[in-house]
Each structure stands twice: as structure tokens, then as C-alpha cells.
């Protein structure tokens, strides 16, 4: 089988790669959600998100911890995917995450910087008025998504061997590893899950699975069935502000993420939505409903063309630190004078600086507040109805929390919700009393419904397959504490022999790197140039010495940790972090 968008290893399509060879784990950042630099332009759609998505809900079929045979056959899986096809929108994009009841298989809990909570416990956050969701039970989801349907078939087969078919190869790369006998391969929802986004292909999909008449509803521009564009600038963050990294707070306490750093959050729902009941409102009545009741059609257009990049409009911004008033403010008054507010004016509320965990303030003009999720979520006709499957990606879970309570009504205050050092957000938050207001007229809230939720931790890219909670750590010493020179010399690195672990002969040489946190965490640093045992007349009891070259490492003038990062000989993470003063005598 020969498919469109193969990857640099399987003849890619000529020029959409650099000719040095397939992309790697330092270009994606080491984050497995590291999709939006590889959304190529094509000539039909041009630059958009993958159309095609699926979702596989899984569990690990043996009991006790996963053993190394089953991660090893499971990350060589995964690398057939990559092997095969171009790492794009054109070709694949995938992820995988992994359930609190995963997790629950280890001794020891996740690192204390990683808030992955049950799905019953978020459920009971957020819920609205008689919905009752079924927290979702597998322990395992991947997410694989391309422009191409047919893509995510034959990857979907190769997973799993090709059953019933004399086949071993796709696009011309040998599947010699599958998840068979690892995982039960899904073949019907909730199992399975399906669906698409962008152009024609909601008001397709519903005209023919659902019904004709309702699929005739929907414009054949609008990207998602309820017939307005969502992911514009100011309502969607970038990777980076959704990703788990060495150095993040919550409530003003750093909260490490331990060797999960640029992993990130999933949130998974499959929502219900009742476009008969969202179609016999008027287009007037469902602008107002999805934005705001200052938006008119003249501002929105057809399907939120004329919005442009952000979601205000051209007399008022929906939610801007820099304008003197904002939609997102007026959310009480507008419940109070007009009975109706917008989905996107009360969503607005919940934006902050990520970085500097302020909601609005006196701060660099030129930067924008920051959503807190970022959605890459897809229309459905799973069960023959029209649904929404809503992925979000997120630094913490309360986030999710935090921002659906800002959807689900009226009252809100920002400072509350938000977890937050005390006066941290003083005078700077939104807050905005109850109002009884039909929940009809409360955004569309009244037009969706949730089905099921779940919660996943999607690890970095390199602890893709079956990692365990916690990484093995090391007891290092370094020589050199105090780095003179970032470009000339060597960083010895002494890695102690434990009763437990013997790193001379249980240490994969080829999976360590050194360097600051941030840079090995991102799949860089520096590689050992040399490596032997401390005492060579006492080579069993032996320590293991590591050399690196400072150029390599990564390291500046404002370094003050060194990490270092490998894997066993059985795939299992080890990491330890130290101390690292840099003097360059100036």
C-alpha cells in the first residue's frame, strides 16, 4: 500500500522536509503534542489542522506493571507510524496518553508537579444541570489525526499486525512490532471513536449519516457542525503554554513534573450536541449565543470569517489587558439588560498570563493573555449522532476546572477559581455575581450535553510507551561544579553503583544527556564522549565515570542546575539533577 504524506525514511513528498534526514526529538521539542510547526499547506485546504481524527481507548491487558518487552514492543510501534508516514498534517500526527488508573500499577505516585486527576473528581467540578457523564474507564488513549482517512486506517491496522491480512509492511517500512497481545484492539465505540473538522465536511458527514435535512442546515464553509469557526488567535495558547515543564508554579509553589517535563494534560469528552434544537434559533440568535450580544453578522460573517484572528469585535475586543473595556466584562450586565450571554464572552473571563499567573495587570503591552487550554477537538456522528469529541491539552488539570466553570454561567470570580498566591491577582481579576438566567439563553449550554470524561497524562515524546510513574534516580557527583568555560573543556560526571543499580552494566550510554534542565528535558544536551569505570582494579564495585564536552552541553552564563537523563537497558527513565555554577571570570 502505497500512501500520500510518507515520511523522509519512506520516500516523503518531495521538499516537505529538510533533506538531512526525518524530524527529531530536539525539533519537536520532545513533546509528543508537538503538532502546530508541522501543519503543512495543501493545495485543497490550505493551512489547516488535520480534517481526519480517531481515537483508540485502550487498556494494558496483563496485570502488575508493564514489563519491558511490552514498552520496547510498544515504542518500536509507535516508531514503524513515524517511519512510515510524514510527520504532518499531510501525513500523521499521533499521541498517547495514560489514565490515572494506569498509574495506579506503580508503588510510587507520579511526581507531585503532575495534576492528573480521576474523572469523577472532574466531573463533579463541572457538571451542569441533569447531565451525568460517564467517567471514562480505560486506562490508555491515542489520538491519531491526518487529512488523509485512509492514513489513519492503515496505521490503525499496522498497530496491530494487519490481522487477517498477508501483509508486514506499510509504505515500505517492515511493521516488526505491534501492540498484539499488549492491547485489545477496539473496533466499536466508546472503544473507537471517529471524526473531522474543517471545511464541507460537517455539513457532509451529518447530511449522510444523521439526517439530510440537518446536514443542509449546516453553512459548507463552517469547519465544525455548529457553524462557526473556534480556534482563532486569542482563544487558543501555544504548546508551550499547555506543556509540563522543570520550572512551573501552582499557587506559587514550584510544582516539578519530574521526567513527564513537556508532557502535558489531556482532558477527553464526548459531548452530545442537538443541533435540531441549535438550528431553529436564528443566525442572529446563535451569533449571540456562541460570542457575545454586541456581535452581529456583519461582524462575524458567514461562519466567523470576518472576526479575522481574534474573537471581538471592531468596536470592542472580547477580552484585552491594553483596551479600556472589554465584551468579557460586561458578561453580568448583559445577563442582567439583555438575557443572554455568549459562550465566548463568558469563556474570555478565564484568560491569564500563564507565565506571570496575572489575569489582567499592568505588564508588557505587547503580549496577550493567555487561555489556559488548548483544544483540538472534532466533530462526530459516532452512534449515528451528531457529537463533539473535545480534546483539550493543559499544564494542570484544575485548569480544565477552572475555565468550564467560567463556561458554565454567570458567576465568576477569577481570583477564587484560579489557585493563586493570596493578593497575587489582587485588583487585577473578573469577578461577576449570580443572575438567574434560563440556561437556553446561557451561551449554548443548553445545545450540549456531556456523554463521557476522562483524564490522561500524554508523557514527552521519548516515555511514550508504558512509562512507569516515577524515573529511577541517580546519585551523581560532578567534579566540576563550577563551570569556567561553555565552549572548551570536559564535565566528568560520576554515576554511583548502587545495591540496586549498576549503571557500568544497566545503563543504556546511548539514551544519556547531559545539560541544563530545560535543554535535556527538550531532548538536548550533551552525549558522553567517554565512559569507563571509576577504579578500574575494582571494576565490580566500581562507580561509572561519564565525560561530556562543554560546548555540547548547553549550558550559559545564567545556569545554575545541571541535568542528567537516561534510560536503562530495559527502557526504564533514570535522571538526576545537580547544582551548576557558571564563572566565566568577566
Known amino acids: 500500500m502505497n500512501l500520500y504524506g510518507l515520511s523522509d525514511d519512506a520516500a516523503a513528498v518531495s521538499g516537505d522536509h529538510d533533506e538531512s534526514g526525518p524530524i527529531t526529538i530536539v525539533e519537536r521539542n520532545n513533546r509528543q503534542h508537538a503538532w502546530d510547526d508541522f501543519i503543512l499547506e495543501d493545495d485543497e485546504h490550505g493551512l489547516a489542522p488535520p480534517r481526519h481524527h480517531l481515537l483508540l481507548c485502550l487498556d494494558y491487558r496483563k496485570p502488575g506493571q508493564p514489563t519491558s518487552d511490552?514498552?520496547?514492543?510498544?515504542?518500536?510501534?509507535?516508531?514503524?507510524?513515524?517511519?512510515?508516514?510524514?510527520?504532518?498534517?499531510?501525513?500523521?500526527?499521533?499521541?498517547?496518553?495514560?489514565?490515572?488508573?494506569?498509574?495506579?500499577?506503580?508503588?510510587?505516585?507520579?511526581?507531585?508537579?503532575?495534576?492528573?486527576?480521576?474523572?469523577?473528581?472532574?466531573?463533579?467540578?463541572?457538571?451542569?444541570?441533569?447531565?451525568?457523564?460517564?467517567?471514562?474507564?480505560?486506562?490508555?488513549?491515542?489520538?491519531?489525526?491526518?487529512?488523509?482517512?485512509?492514513?489513519?486506517?492503515?496505521?490503525?491496522?499496522?498497530?496491530?499486525?494487519?490481522?487477517?491480512?498477508?501483509?508486514?509492511?506499510?509504505?515500505?517500512?517492515?511493521?516488526?512490532?505491534?501492540?498484539?497481545?499488549?492491547?485489545?484492539?477496539?473496533?466499536?465505540?466508546?472503544?473507537?471513536?471517529?471524526?473531522?473538522?474543517?471545511?464541507?465536511?460537517?455539513?457532509?458527514?451529518?447530511?449522510?449519516?444523521?439526517?439530510?435535512?440537518?446536514?443542509?442546515?449546516?453553512?459548507?464553509?463552517?469547519?465544525?457542525?455548529?457553524?462557526?469557526?473556534?480556534?482563532?488567535?486569542?482563544?487558543?495558547?501555544?504548546?508551550?503554554?499547555?506543556?509540563?515543564?522543570?520550572?512551573?508554579?501552582?499557587?506559587?509553589?514550584?510544582?516539578?513534573?519530574?521526567?513527564?517535563?513537556?508532557?502535558?494534560?489531556?482532558h477527553v469528552s464526548k459531548l452530545d450536541l442537538d443541533l435540531d434544537g441549535w438550528y431553529d434559533q436564528t443566525k442572529e440568535e446563535r451569533i449571540h449565543r456562541m460570542f457575545s450580544p454586541h456581535h452581529t453578522e456583519s461582524d462575524v460573517g458567514e461562519v466567523g470569517e470576518e472576526l479575522g484572528s481574534t474573537s471581538g469585535t471592531d468596536e470592542m475586543p472580547m477580552r484585552d489587558h491594553r483596551a479600556d473595556d472589554a465584551i468579557a466584562r460586561h458578561t453580568q450586565e448583559d445577563a442582567e439588560e439583555q438575557g443572554l450571554v455568549g459562550h465566548a464572552q463568558k469563556l474570555a473571563r478565564a484568560r491569564f498570563d500563564v507565565d506571570l499567573r496575572q489575569t489582567d495587570a499592568e505588564r508588557d503591552p505587547t503580549r496577550s493573555l493567555d487561555t489556559t487550554i488548548l483544544r483540538r477537538d472534532f466533530d462526530t456522528t459516532d452512534q449515528q449522532q451528531p457529537g463533539l469529541h473535545f480534546v483539550a491539552l493543559m499544564r494542570f488539570n484544575g485548569y480544565m476546572v477552572y475555565t468550564r466553570r467560567a463556561m458554565n454561567g454567570v458567576r465568576f470570580d477569577s481570583e477564587t477559581e484560579l489557585p493563586s498566591e493570596p493578593g497575587e491577582l489582587e485588583g487585577t481579576r473578573i469577578t461577576h455575581e449570580d443572575v438567574e438566567l434560563p440556561i437556553e439563553d446561557d451561551g449554548f449550554l443548553a445545545f450540549i450535553t456531556a456523554q463521557r470524561r476522562g483524564n490522561y497524562l500524554v508523557p514527552p515524546l521519548e516515555l511514550r510507551a508504558l512509562p512507569p510513574a516515577r524515573a529511577l534516580r541517580l546519585d551523581i557527583d560532578m567534579d566540576i561544579t563550577r563551570l569556567t568555560s561553555l565552549s572548551e573543556g570536559r564535565i566528568?560526571?560520576?554515576?554511583?553503583?548502587?545495591?540496586?543499580?549498576?549503571?557500568?552494566?544497566?545503563?543504556?550510554?546511548?539514551?544519556?544527556?547531559?545539560?541544563?534542565?530545560?535543554?535535556?528535558?527538550?531532548?538536548?544536551?550533551?552525549?558522553?564522549?567517554?565512559?569507563?569505570?571509576?577504579?578500574?582494579?575494582?571494576?565490580?564495585?566500581?562507580d561509572l565515570l561519564l565525560e561530556f564536552e562543554a560546548a555540547d552541553a548547553g549550558f550559559d552564563n545564567q545556569s545554575t542546575e545541571s541535568r542528567l537523563f537516561g534510560k536503562t537497558n530495559e527502557g526504564y527513565p533514570v535522571q538526576s539533577t545537580a547544582e551548576m555554577v557558571v564563572d566565566l571570570g568577566e
Not at 516 to 528: I, L, R, S
Request: glycine fraction near 10%.
Open 70 to 266: 511490552d514498552r520496547q514492543a510498544v515504542a518500536g510501534a509507535l516508531g514503524h507510524l513515524e517511519a512510515a508516514f510524514e510527520w504532518s498534517n499531510r501525513g500523521l500526527l499521533f499521541t498517547i496518553g495514560y489514565a490515572p488508573g494506569y498509574f495506579d500499577r506503580f508503588d510510587e505516585p507520579l511526581p507531585p508537579g503532575i495534576d492528573l486527576r480521576p474523572a469523577d473528581e472532574v466531573i463533579d467540578a463541572i457538571k451542569v444541570g441533569d447531565e451525568d457523564p460517564t467517567p471514562e474507564p480505560y486506562e490508555i488513549i491515542m489520538h491519531l489525526s491526518s487529512n488523509n482517512a485512509v492514513h489513519l486506517l492503515a496505521a490503525e491496522e499496522a498497530l496491530w499486525g494487519f490481522p487477517g491480512q498477508d501483509r508486514d509492511h506499510l509504505n515500505g517500512v517492515h511493521i516488526e512490532h505491534t501492540f498484539e497481545g499488549i492491547f485489545e484492539k477496539p473496533t466499536t465505540f466508546p472503544g473507537r471513536r471517529t471524526g473531522f473538522v474543517g471545511a464541507s465536511l460537517p455539513k457532509q458527514e451529518i447530511h449522510d449519516t444523521v439526517d439530510e435535512d440537518l446536514g443542509d442546515a449546516i453553512h459548507g464553509d463552517a469547519p465544525l457542525s455548529m457553524g462557526f469557526e473556534s480556534g482563532l488567535d486569542d482563544n487558543l495558547p501555544d504548546e508551550t503554554a499547555v506543556s509540563l515543564v522543570h520550572d512551573q508554579t501552582l499557587s506559587g509553589d514550584f510544582e516539578q513534573p519530574g521526567v513527564f517535563a513537556q508532557g502535558t494534560i489531556e
Open 492 to 542: 566528568p560526571v560520576v554515576i554511583r553503583r548502587t545495591e540496586a543499580f549498576d549503571p557500568k552494566t544497566e545503563l543504556d550510554l546511548e539514551t544519556v544527556r547531559f545539560g541544563p534542565p530545560a535543554v535535556v528535558d527538550q531532548g538536548g544536551g550533551a552525549t558522553p564522549v567517554d565512559a569507563g569505570p571509576v577504579n578500574e582494579d575494582m571494576i565490580e564495585t566500581a
